[in-house]
């Protein structure tokens, strides 16, 4: 069974970092129910391609479900045909097709306490998550965040106001590949 894409309006563009943008849809309220969420799932978007007309990408919801947004975060990619063009192209107002959100990765239980790893882009479905089980949850969550250097932190303010907001429920450790190299399996394991 197919599923039905949808064209939605670019309701705002959000520079996050040099090479990182945000991007939050205009979902009407016809398409409320077609584009609920979990934390932790994506959107699949049809970027404009001149060699096949749509490039399909799947980019992980920012956004949190309560909050009736409906944000991607597309980091550039060396060589990568859509988040180069997104990242150079985009603009509020302009339109894309879209697929409701899908994706597996999402918690269980968001009163558990939660231990979530992210490296680079990859914490978009993490923040997601984070987010959720903060405002709507009742457990601890630690999150463990890989970066190349403090400049590409993608939400670095805004997790910095989490730590502020849940003092004793979120943790938030950051590794700088400039300053600490590459975490180690074994260094990894020794945090978990």
């Known amino acids: 069974m ?15 970092t040099d090479d990182a943008t945000s991007v ?10 077609a584009f609920a969420y979990t934390p932790g799932q994506f959107l699949t978007l049809g970027v404009p391609s001149e060699q096949t007309g749509l490039a399909a990408r799947c980019y992980s919801l920012s956004s949190t479900p309560h909050s009736g ?22 603009q509020a107002g302009d339109t894309l097709r879209v697929l409701p959100p899908s994706g597996i990765f999402t918690p269980k239980d968001l009163d558990a306490d939660l231990l979530l790893f992210g490296g680079g882009s990859g914490v978009t479905p993490v923040i997601s ?14 999150l463990f965040y890989a970066n190349r250097d403090e400049t590409s932190v993608i939400f ?12 004793g429920r979120f943790t938030v450790v950051h590794w700088l590949e400039s300053v ?13």
Not at 69 to 90: C, F, P
Not at 130 to 139: H, I, N, P, Q, V
């Open 2 to 16: 197919a599923t039905e894409s949808y064209v939605l309006t670019v309701a705002e563009v959000i520079r996050e």
């Open 24 to 33: 939050v849809f205009d979902v009407p309220e016809e398409l409320q129910e």
């Open 69 to 90: 947004r409906h944000q991607v975060t597309v980091k550039r990619t060396e060589d990568g045909y859509a988040s180069n063009w997104i990242n150079d192209n985009l």
């Open 129 to 142: 998550i984070a987010r959720t089980a903060l405002e709507k949850g009742s457990g601890k969550v630690v």
């Open 156 to 167: 670095a303010e805004e997790l910095t106001a989490l730590s502020a907001e849940h003092p």
């Open 180 to 192: 600490q190299g590459l975490p180690s399996e074994e260094q990894l394991q020794t945090f978990a």
